[in-house]
């Protein structure tokens, strides 16, 4: 895949399902935390090599907005290269309190991938400004071509988002308090009442 941009950048954002096998720790962390198969919302961006460390802070910031709007205690870890996959750079992972585990719990994460995807799946761009190249090739004044850099972020990892709603905003009498942000796709209800209170 070859394309010419003046300024290359692709975003995407996108729903999808998730399919993981549970490691071997996974007893550790049973029921909606560690599932199978989940939903989620996954941000991805194709950009420049020059510009890939900038949009990887754009799409920490935005989960960390996202986090801090729904009122979650969270934290933000740089990882440590031998906690990296294959594909990626550097990556930051967000925990938010989980009080059902009693600490912090992986809710998201942001990949800079950097060209580690594109080269494998040959994906480039060539810059819209001349550069010097060597005539010997007979290409004019074409650019050399460039690898783009690839960016994933997890926006929403849904059975982690209900665990974090559950737990923190649960009252003493069972009912959970909704978020304000979230009022609007509630149809204006602000608190879940337990069944048996209803009636």
């Not at 480039?124 to 060597?134: D, F, L």
């Not at 978020?179 to 149809?187: A, C, N, Q, V």
Request: with cysteine; glycine share 8%.
């Amino acid at each position: 895949m070859l394309t010419t941009f003046y300024l290359f950048i692709l975003k995407f954002c996108a729903a999808l399902e998730n399919f993981t096998l549970n490691d071997t720790l996974a007893f550790l962390d049973r029921g909606l935390y560690r599932v199978h198969q989940f939903s989620k919302v996954e941000m991805f961006i194709f950009c420049r090599p020059e510009v890939s460390e900038s949009f990887h802070e754009e799409l920490i910031e935005i989960e960390e907005d996202l986090f801090s709007s729904l009122g979650f205690h969270y934290k933000t870890l740089d990882m440590a290269s031998g906690d990296l996959g294959a594909p990626a750079y550097r990556k930051f992972d967000v925990e938010a309190w989980m009080p059902g585990l009693g600490r912090y719990g992986e809710i998201s994460s942001a990949s800079n991938c950097r060209d580690y995807q594109s080269r494998r799946l040959g994906i480039r761009y060539r810059p819209s400004e001349p550069t010097p190249v060597n005539p010997k090739r007979g290409k004019g004044n074409l650019a050399p071509t460039q690898f783009v850099h690839t960016l994933n972020a997890t926006a929403c990892a849904v059975p982690r988002m209900i665990i974090c709603l559950l737990e923190n905003y649960q009252q003493e009498d069972g009912s959970v308090v909704i978020p304000e942000p979230l009022r609007p796709f509630m149809g204006g209800l602000g608190l879940i009442v337990p069944k048996s209170r209803k009636g």
